[in-house]
Nanobody, 116 residues
Framework: VQLQASGGGLVQPGGSLRLSCAASGRIFGGNLMNWYRQAPGKQRELVATVTSGGGTNYADSVKGRFTISRDNAKNTAYLQMSSLKPEDTAVYYC???????????WGQGTKVTVSS
């Protein structure tokens, strides 16, 4: 399984960005697609999760500002980020957790910088 993340960049505070994560390979059965982020000097943290059935969960720090979604036909997850803050600056990584195989795969990361 391979994951390709895209959509990062430089944005001003209050702005928006949309990240995409396209998964390819042998993906069967239920899975979770996740976005994590890692800011400089900090541990990687889970930002948002979407299940193969469309259920979602968010870190408290992004609730109401970020929306995760997925297109199962394309095996692609999206993270719509709005009202961005400087503290959202990080490298964002997508992850897929295959429930049956209990395996995790990671994308290469995409950098998001929120700065004026």
């Amino acid at each position: 399984v391979q994951l390709q993340a895209s959509g990062g960049g430089l944005v001003q505070p209050g702005g928006s960005l949309r990240l995409s994560c396209a998964a390819s390979g042998r993906i069967f059965g239920g899975n979770l697609m996740n976005w994590y982020r890692q800011a400089p000097g900090k541990q990687r943290e889970l930002v948002a999760t979407v299940t193969s059935g469309g259920g979602t969960n968010y870190a408290d720090s992004v609730k109401g500002r970020f929306t995760i979604s997925r297109d199962n036909a394309k095996n692609t997850a999206y993270l719509q980020m709005s009202s961005l803050k400087p503290e959202d600056t990080a490298v964002y990584y997508c992850n897929i957790h295959l429930l049956l195989e209990r395996l995790d795969y990671w994308g290469q990361g995409t950098k998001v910088t929120v700065s004026s």
